[in-house]
């Protein structure tokens, strides 16, 4: 009897832990009667019979997340790849549908993302889908909400995470916009260049205004000089056609004197006549003329010239 009680009781203590079981925090467990669906079972410690009840299946009440990577055409005709990432849950409630309506909720999902991408994308243009992503999503989202809720999921988000076309349209892309900008740098660099035309162009103008001014003034004064001093001269009886040569004779002099007051003055001063040419060539010939003479008398090929009575 000793040998037989302690099979039992080992026997025993097995059944009695087979009898308990632990479901996890944010997880349900499905229990099956022979095959047959007896009940749900949330997180906590419970009861079962052993060997006739089963734990068929325990499913995760958390968050998850499925990427799908989706190729289509856009309405330009440009072939892009497109990562959809649908955030799905099990409905607590509806845990015993999500098990045994659905073999492989992922590609049920899945299927639902590739037709719902390939409806909307067709209709847009490429620069249009990155700023329509966000309507593409929601059509996703929509779509999913109402085909998933009867099989006991529930669609928390549809992102569209990544837009990538072809390189060669990525770089066309590249292209299009560098070139946009430069056409902008080029009109604002014109229009800085036109407002530094126009601003150079005023302040010359205000200072050929005020240029203008002073020379006016300067030319004011000097005619209220000359007159005071033909004034003056005048007051000691000599005439006005006198006093003018004198002025001028002065002035003369002292233009003179201005420029020789400067050692790095490489002016010159030459008549201003209508015979003033004809004069200055005459004087230019007889110069070189009598400077050649002299040349060769000093050489002995001319006799010297006598010597007059008084110089005996």
Do not use: C, W
Request: hydrophobic residues 45%; charged residues 25%; proline residues 3%.
């Amino acid at each position: 009897m000793t040998y037989l009680l302690v099979p039992v009781l080992f026997f025993g203590l097995i059944i009695f832990f087979a009898s308990f079981f632990v479901v996890k925090q944010e997880t349900a467990a499905i229990v099956e009667r022979f095959g047959k669906f007896l009940a749900v079972r949330h997180s906590g410690l419970h009861l079962k019979i052993p060997i006739i009840d089963q734990i068929a299946k325990r499913l995760n009440l958390r968050i998850q997340q499925l990427d799908v990577i989706i190729d289509t055409k856009t309405l330009d005709n440009v072939f892009i790849k497109m990562k959809v990432s649908v955030q799905y849950q099990v409905i607590r409630e509806n845990v015993k549908d999500a098990y045994y309506r659905l073999e492989n909720p992922e590609n049920q999902i899945t299927s639902y993302v590739f037709d719902v991408v390939r409806a909307e994308v067709p209709k847009t243009k490429l620069d249009d889908v990155f700023v329509r992503k966000d309507d593409i999503a929601i059509a996703v989202k929509s779509e999913l909400q109402d085909a998933m809720q009867s099989y006991g999921y529930d669609i928390i988000k549809a992102l569209v995470t990544d837009i990538d076309p072809d390189e060669q349209v990525k770089h066309a892309m590249n292209r299009i916009n560098a070139a946009e900008r430069e056409k902008t740098a080029a009109e604002y660099e014109s229009e800085a260049q036109r407002i530094r035309i126009v601003a150079v162009a005023k302040a010359e103008a205000e200072s050929k205004k005020l240029q203008g001014q002073g020379i006016a003034d300067q030319r004011r004064e000097i005619a209220r000089g000359l007159e005071e001093s033909v004034r003056v001269l005048n007051s000691v009886n000599i005439n006005s056609h006198e006093a003018s040569a004198l002025i001028l004779v002065t002035q003369h002099y002292d233009t003179l004197q201005a420029v020789g007051a400067s050692s790095r003055s490489n002016l010159v001063l030459l008549p201003n006549s209508p015979t003033a040419a004809s004069n200055m060539l005459n004087d230019l010939v007889v110069a070189m003329t009598t400077a050649t003479t002299v040349g060769e008398a000093s050489k002995g090929n001319y006799p010297a010239p006598e010597k007059k009575d008084h110089e005996k």
